[in-house]
């Protein structure tokens, strides 16, 4: 059974950081693009980053490009999302997500994470 599993979410001020977690369980995901999207309550879910199966290709959404940076562990079956000076429009629902392929784009999800809730206080 495949299961990716995030963790790290919470509450943080603004200007905060936090780091997200995302192990994947049931098989490897070594020659898979993986990537994180949110949700805010009201709203779609929207792509935030995506990080190539070896990991030195990454992408990001504009709103968090150079605030946000993902990156892989292959050997831990793990992705993380560093998330850096945190504005409470940062507010969502995170949810890691596996992709077909193994390039970034296009992220073809195959799997999706429960999800963790990060809240942002002004």
């Known amino acids: 059974q495949v299961q990716l599993v995030e963790s790290g979410g919470g509450l943080v001020q603004a200007g905060g950081s936090l780091r997200l977690s995302c192990a994947a369980s049931g098989r490897t995901f070594s020659n898979n693009a993986m990537g994180w999207f949110r949700q805010a309550p009201g709203k779609e879910r929207v792509f935030v980053a995506a990080?190539?199966?070896?990991?030195?290709?990454?992408e990001y959404a504009i709103s968090v490009k150079g605030r946000f940076t993902i990156s892989r562990d292959n050997a831990k079956n793990t992705v993380y999302l560093q998330m850096s000076s945190l504005k409470p429009e940062d507010s969502a629902v995170y949810y890691c997500?596996?992709?077909?392929?193994?390039?970034?784009?296009?992220?073809?999800?195959?799997?999706w994470g429960q999800g963790t809730q990060v809240t942002v206080s002004s």
């Open positions: 990080v190539s199966w070896s990991g030195r290709t990454t």
């Open positions: 997500a596996s992709s077909r392929g193994v390039t970034t784009m296009p992220f073809e999800t195959e799997y």
